[in-house]
């Protein structure tokens, strides 16, 4: 890939001077960790929706489409708004992930992993909506080209909503093919950490026995490239022929032509506001702030400026041409002076406000940093990308050309039981993912480490671009060599003979651990302590919340001169107050 | 610094020189009333060309009322007399805006670059500076040419007639009278003037910039450029469309299409990032430019390549849309393009996607130079007939034909083009000297 060297104005993409096996650890964690509380309340919450869904299709293919509310006039409403609404929120993936490492964009290795499940769990749901719509769902092999005998007739190849099967179809197997390979080596790494036989089985098959090998790496590379030039255009394709499905078939005789590239960037907006709504809550659930950094979040919402720039410049330019037609009919489209003031007005404005003006909010730089903001927003873009289908549909149908056939649309609990119920499904699916899959491409975030972390940027912002960026090693356990990587690179250097006598002096102080008598505390509940900073305790022989609780100024002061991480930390976040509590609890 | 070789300024001035003569020699050949038009299409059939006459002796026949034929004649001669009349100027337009967009374009892919902070290419940025430097001529003349038509000298922009929208004229045109709100003289001239001036101003403080860089010991100027460039981006993204609409698709005032201004956009961004590549490997070629490697060109080159395969996709988009929906008022835009303009018209599909599609589509291909020069030079052409396209069949119809006024015109503003460029590129160091990413760009190599 490209050229390791990175300007030192670039903001670091990795913070909390992280070492590879720290990278490691904290991917792994959620895999290897329990479920916590509220993992379990969301997990409940969405299976409840996903069945309330599964209720609601059973009925609705056991009765008939007629459950629904549609009418003669509106013949179609929401099973194609949610269609293209979760094909479009399945865009951000194959984007971030194919488009971005085209043009070598280093930020998107914290998020890609994430967002492509997001594009598989997304399209999966809207690949539902038109099996259901068919209403005999038994029969949807007959959209397959088959020959007359296994099927109906040959299958009418002038339909855009035919040509949607082989986009979409191909769409999720090639994200889902690309999403894969990115696993390997990460699914490789759960394997090799794996502690029972069961766990490392399980892994060892879905990395489909990763060795690690560089000839395994020279082809991961390859195929990553070829496999992003196939989605690139395939990106496009996808919601091309979505917005062929309304471009062309909406109401006879009108269409506008700029519907395919505004579709395309309507999706990326909305797909890329779902992946902030996701990744927000979990950076935070899985303690993943130091590779989902703030620069990421900014990233993303210049992301949703621009291509919520180019849909704000096609509704003007819609609006425009509608009026400069002449047409009397424009007046009645979805955006149109008469559908702002007709009866459909507030899901006019429902799209204008959310999709429009809410993210012109983003253009203050204080408030794209603002994560609360930027959650708030993402939902409202969510909402807002919703109304944009239904009002292309409901409103543009809800008058056509027929006065006498004008009507209204009123959705049945069904409509909208169905979709809730994939919302459901859809979070069902993606918190199965985060405890189960490595949330984050360790492979690749380890790959830019020494470009982008910002203990590397401090280094070299101190010392020179050229200084070197590994050390001898000369430790004795692995884990010490861990630890002495992330000393020698701080200036200051102990030798060993002192560190060992301040290792025995701190001991002296706070008692020693006899593995057979005593059982570790899980020192992680302190808080300031992370998986590494616990090896790094457990290494200088502290393991209970006893010895920890021990600690005063002049332990500290030892600790810091052992382990000069973070110094102050310890005192800061008054472990000793922590661990007290901790082990009488 | 670079200093512009003698050759290349004595054959910019001679392309200047007979491109003038070129323009010149088609004014002075243009038929002044029917009788002249009558002779033209008689030798014109003759040589095979133009079967406008034979098409006429068809329906001479079907008529039998002798003053309807009378009547019908000197309609069709007229008109042809129009479409003569408007050949030279329509030549000149589409010339003269070809080269305006190639700078334009590169004024938008360098703000671009600024804006999203791109670490490869700021050894290209004094390239792109030198390219854009035509802007401001290139404006003036259009501008001018706008200002002659506004005043009547051609009738290429049909709606400028008071007669359309005069109820009282046998001309009215109810249609045109209902856009009137937009094209009207007055607001269409004065609207351009605003963008036009705010884009030149734009490219004017992004050169001053850059150019205070190089002396400057902090990064003041490059983060102006840099919200300057975000600035310019929005403004642009919303006057290009209107550019669109007024420069070519009021050509046609009854015909609309929402995509129009985002299909011109991306002739404009292809041809011009073709014209860097050219620039960047002409002077490469000369002993300048030390520090661009193969990988910047092959960075070119894979723009070259993708937005080809964008200005492919937005023809497809706009073509397909309304080729399926089949509404007589749009498929006309379609209809005189593939009836009189059929070997044109689908031959650009094979300039602008077959050709670089299968040259650049190679990997190692993109960082051959002469493979690029010769990808770029067809795709050059292939937009130049897309522009052509966009005027020549609603202003000159089936009387088209390739010769003198149309090669004038591209040898005279090729001529000037090279020469602005050229010289601007002389006027400082080809290498910023202080941009935060220099040394990102310098060392790009993968």
């Not at chain 1, 509106?74 to 194609?80: G, K, L």
């Not at chain 1, 699914?187 to 950490?193: C, L, P």
């Not at chain 2, 190679?362 to 795709?379: C, E, Q, T, Y």
Request: hydrophobic share 50%; with cysteine; proline share 4%.
């Amino acid at each position: 890939m490209a050229s390791h060297y990175e300007a030192p104005i670039r903001t670091p993409l990795i913070t909390g001077d992280k070492t590879y096996h720290d990278i490691s650890v904290d991917v792994a964690a959620p895999i290897e960790g329990k479920a916590n509380k509220s993992w379990w309340i969301v997990f409940s919450i969405a299976l409840v929706a996903f069945l309330w869904g599964l209720g609601c299709i059973i009925y609705t293919i056991s009765t008939g489409i007629g459950v629904w509310g549609l009418n003669k006039t509106i013949n179609w409403a929401w099973d194609i708004t949610n269609f293209v609404w979760w094909v479009g929120i399945g865009h951000a993936g194959t984007l971030i992930s194919a488009v971005l490492l085209l043009f070598r964009q280093k930020w998107r290795m914290g998020i890609n992993r994430s967002a492509e499940a997001m594009t598989i769990f997304a399209v999966i749901q809207a690949g539902l909506f038109p099996i259901i719509h068919m209403g005999r769902p038994w029969l949807a092999y007959w959209v397959l080209p088959i020959p007359n005998q296994f099927g109906s007739l040959w299958v009418n190849f002038n339909s855009p909503l035919l040509w949607d099967v082989f986009a979409i179809s191909t769409y999720l197997s090639v994200s889902l093919v690309f999403w894969w390979t990115g696993l390997l080596p990460d699914f490789a790494m759960i394997r090799d950490r794996a502690k029972t036989p069961f766990t490392k089985k399980i892994y060892g098959i879905l990395s489909f026995g990763w060795s690690g090998r560089a000839k395994d790496w020279q082809r991961f590379e390859e195929v990553s490239l070829v496999l992003a030039g196939l989605a690139t255009p395939l990106v496009l394709s996808v919601h091309t022929i979505v917005s062929f499905d309304f471009a062309t078939s909406v109401v006879p005789g009108w269409h506008s032509t700029i519907y395919p590239p505004y579709f395309v960037a309507g999706a990326i907006f909305s797909g890329f506001a779902m992946v902030q709504t996701l990744l927000i809550i979990m950076r935070k659930v899985s303690n993943l702030e130091n590779y989902i950094t703030i620069l990421h979040i900014e990233n993303m919402n210049l992301v949703i400026l621009l291509t919520g720039g180019i849909v704000t410049v096609a509704y003007l330019t819609e609006y425009f041409i509608g009026w400069y037609s002449g047409i009397p009919y424009e007046n009645y489209t979805y955006l149109s002076f008469g559908a702002a003031t007709g009866p459909y007005w507030w899901a006019f404005w429902a799209l204008i406000i959310c999709n429009l003006l809410v993210p012109l909010t983003l253009w203050v730089r204080k408030w794209r940093r603002n994560i609360m903001w930027t959650f708030i927003v993402s939902i409202i873009i969510n909402i807002g990308m919703w109304f944009e289908r239904f009002d292309i549909i409901v409103i543009d149908l809800s008058k056509d050309r027929l006065p006498s056939s004008w009507s209204m649309f009123s959705p049945t609990f069904v409509d909208i039981g169905i979709f809730m119920g994939t919302i459901g499904f859809f979070f069902v699916l993606f918190l199965l993912y985060a405890r189960t899959f490595p949330v984050i491409a360790q492979a690749e975030v380890k790959s830019i480490l020494k470009s982008s972390g910002d203990n590397y940027k401090r280094l070299r912002a101190e010392k020179g671009d050229d200084t070197p960026h590994y050390t001898e090693v000369s430790g004795t356990a692995s884990v010490k060599k861990e630890t002495e990587k992330t000393e020698k690179m701080s200036s200051e250097e102990l030798s060993e003979n002192d560190k060992k006598e301040n290792i025995n002096n701190l001991l002296s102080s706070l008692g020693t651990f006899n593995p057979d008598t005593q059982t570790a505390d899980d020192l992680k509940k302190i808080s300031g302590v992370g998986p590494v900073m616990e090896q790094k305790l457990h290494s200088l022989g502290i393991y209970t919340f006893e010895q920890v609780s021990k600690m005063t100024d002049k332990e500290y002061d030892l600790l810091d001169s052992i382990i000069n991480e973070f110094p102050g930390r310890a005192k800061r976040d008054d472990w000793a107050g922590q661990a007290s509590k901790l082990k009488n609890s | 610094m670079y200093t512009l070789p003698g050759k290349l300024k004595l054959l910019a001035i001679v392309f200047m020189v007979i491109g003038a003569i070129g323009i010149a020699s088609g004014f002075l050949n243009t038929p002044s009333n029917t009788e002249e038009v009558k002779e033209l299409l008689a030798s014109h059939s003759e040589d095979g060309h133009g079967n406008a006459t034979a098409v006429h002796e068809e329906t001479k026949e079907s008529h039998n009322q002798v003053g309807v034929e009378e009547s019908h004649e000197n309609e069709h001669l007229k008109h042809a007399l129009h479409a003569y009349q408007n050949r030279p100027w329509s030549a000149f337009y589409v010339a003269a805006f070809f080269f305006f967009m190639l700078s334009l374009g590169t004024l938008v892919f360098y703000a671009i670059q600024y804006a999203a902070q791109a670490g490869w290419s700021p050894v290209l940025f004094r390239v792109m500076e030198g390219i854009s430097a035509y802007l401001p001529i290139g404006s003036i003349i259009i501008f001018a040419f706008l200002i002659a038509s506004a005043m009547g000298l051609n009738h290429l922009f049909h709606w400028m007639d008071p007669d359309l929208v005069n109820p009282e004229s046998e001309h009215f045109d109810e249609i045109i009278f209902g856009k009137s709100g937009w094209l009207n003289t007055p607001f269409f001239l004065i609207r351009i003037a605003i963008y036009l001036g705010v884009w030149n101003l734009f490219g004017y403080i992004l050169r001053k910039n850059s150019i205070k860089g190089d002396t400057s010991d902090n990064l003041t100027w490059f983060k102006k450029n840099f919200k300057m460039s975000v600035g310019f981006l929005a403004f642009f993204i919303v006057t290009e469309t209107i550019m669109a609409w007024d420069w070519f698709m009021s050509l046609d005032p009854h015909w609309y299409s929402t995509l129009y201004g985002w299909y011109v956009f991306a002739t404009m961004i292809v041809s011009a990032i073709t014209v860097i590549a050219l620039v960047t490997i002409t002077l490469k070629s000369q002993g300048f430019l030390e520090f661009v490697n193969d990988s910047h060109i092959h960075d070119l080159a894979k723009y070259m390549f993708g937005f080809s395969i964008f200005w492919t996709y937005l023809w497809f988009a706009q073509f397909m849309l309304i080729w399926y929906a089949d509404i007589p008022e749009e498929a006309t835009y379609f209809v005189t393009r593939i009836d009189d303009y059929k070997l044109l018209f689908f031959g650009m599909l094979v300039t602008n996607f077959v050709f670089p599609f299968l040259v650049l589509m190679n990997s190692d291909f993109k960082r051959v130079n002469w493979f690029v020069v010769l990808a770029g030079v067809v795709i050059l052409v292939g937009h130049y007939i897309d522009v052509y396209l966009l005027v020549m069949p609603t202003t000159v119809g089936e009387h088209w034909y390739i010769g003198i006024p149309e090669l004038g015109a591209v040898l005279f503003f090729l001529g000037l083009f090279i020469f602005v460029v050229f010289n601007a590129l002389t006027k400082a160091p080809l290498l910023q000297k202080n941009s935060p990413f220099i040394k990102e760009s310098k060392h790009f190599h993968y």
